[in-house]
């Protein structure tokens, strides 16, 4: 429900009746992290690895706030579990990401590197990606939603202007989009809702896994009064999730796969994509351990073809939808700040604030791994951090579409 300020109360209760849960520590960390009271959070996640030293979880949600820095003792400690041949595989996964983290803050980028390889071996197996088969579902959105589609369909859909959609691909700087627009006084930010993913889901029918092709192909058949219909239920199921501002974010990065559905359903939504550098992208995608919906970040490969397919599909719908998507790159707005708020304010007719560019002050929740980052002014620190691991990232280099590189940083990663 987002109340984070009730979430903390409840497990302060459950850790009075039972002071050795380590879930509930850890699941209060989380709500601490949330809200912004880090020094809290640590507390909290360092009270449940006392409790239980082969929780990796607590571990891994130290790593990924992304300031917090490992002491020596620490990562003695998560190297010594990693020895043991009991440890689960989910725990497992966490040492390794945590551990890597550890490393890369101590210059030690060979460790790091194999820590991530093997956490990102295991969430591979375990989830069945295949290349083959997003190229296919991705190449589907191109094949039907094309001109004479959107000719056919004419317009129609709910009339609203009110939601901002930021996607793209994850770690590409959609929180920091997010977070200027939220401190907007007439912007209410959300979180990923998951609203435009399950009426997608829905239009597969029963073809649940998408193999028979039911969706997109099923959007043909939509009806004005069908598509008047998603429109409304989505502005309506996710009242639960902002205030009274006029307008809000859905910040959900898969739905640049959706885009057409978007389209049909609520013409005025405006649209951003938020797009950063391929190797900064691809790398920060494989060192970020995500909860689920995000297998193609398990492997080099995986991740650089998924970049590729996500770049031709955005490239689609700015030939069949013109002027439809903003494309704000992270590395602009690292650049010129003033400038890119001023842009992405003008696309979405919305008067400037000086509140925006002074982002880092807005007090709101957040959930995304970039939460603590969001609450600094913009910065550097993010860009290049796959250089040092450059000897490593050749399945980068030879999956990744050339253009998508700077010739500079293929002589580096070559060499």
């Not at 497990?11 to 601490?32: C, E, M, Q, R, V």
């Not at 959007?219 to 009242?239: A, V």
């Not at 950063?276 to 691809?282: F, N, W």
């Amino acid at each position: 429900m987002g109340d984070h300020e009730k979430a903390v109360k409840l497990f302060n209760s459950i850790i009075k009746k039972s002071p050795h849960n380590y879930n509930a520590l850890t699941s209060k960390g989380h709500a601490l992290k949330t809200l912004g009271k880090t020094d809290q959070a640590i507390y909290c996640y360092k009270s449940a690895y006392k409790k239980k030293p082969d929780h990796g979880d607590a571990f891994y949600s130290l790593a990924n706030l992304k300031t917090y820095t490992f002491t020596e003792n620490e990562s003695i400690r998560m190297r010594e579990q990693l020895e043991r041949v009991d440890l689960t595989l989910k725990d497992k996964v966490y040492f390794h990401f945590a551990l890597a983290q550890a490393c890369e803050v101590a210059g030690n980028f060979d460790e790091a590197f194999t820590n991530l390889q093997k956490g990102n071996e295991i969430k591979n197996k375990q989830s069945n990606y295949s290349i083959e088969q997003m190229d296919d579902e991705l190449q589907a959105q191109i094949d039907i939603c094309n001109e004479t589609f959107f000719d056919a369909m004419g317009s129609g859909g709910c009339e609203t202007d009110a939601p901002i959609f930021i996607l793209g691909l994850p770690r590409a700087g959609s929180t920091l989009i997010e977070q200027i627009l939220a401190s907007h006084s007439m912007i209410d930010g959300t979180l990923e809702l998951p609203n435009i993913l399950s009426i997608a889901q829905n239009l597969r029918g029963d073809d649940i896994y998408g193999k028979k092709g039911n969706y997109p192909k099923s959007m043909q058949s939509l009806s004005l009064d069908q598509r008047l219909d998603l429109g409304n239920s989505f502005i309506s199921d996710t009242k639960i999730h902002r205030k009274d501002a006029p307008r809000f974010t859905d910040k959900m990065p898969n739905n640049f796969r959706h885009i057409g559905l978007i389209h049909l359903i609520m013409p005025n939504a405006k649209i951003i994509d938020a797009r950063r550098y391929s190797l900064d992208c691809c790398f920060s995608m494989f060192k970020q351990l995500f909860a689920q919906g995000q297998e193609f970040t398990y492997g080099l490969e995986e991740a650089a073809s998924y970049y590729n397919s996500y770049i031709k599909l955005m490239d689609h719908w700015d030939k069949v939808l013109p002027n439809k998507v903003l494309r704000v790159n992270n590395e602009d707005v690292v650049d010129d700040l003033d400038g890119e708020v001023a842009r992405l304010l003008e696309f979405l007719e919305l008067p400037f604030e000086e509140s925006c560019v002074r982002f880092y002050e807005t007090d709101r929740l957040v959930r995304t791994p970039s939460s603590e980052q969001v609450r600094k002014p913009v910065n550097k620190s993010g860009m290049g951090r796959w250089k040092p691991y450059a000897k490593d990232l050749k399945p980068l280099l030879n999956t990744l579409n050339k253009d998508l590189l700077k010739p500079e940083d293929v002589a580096l990663i070559e060499y």
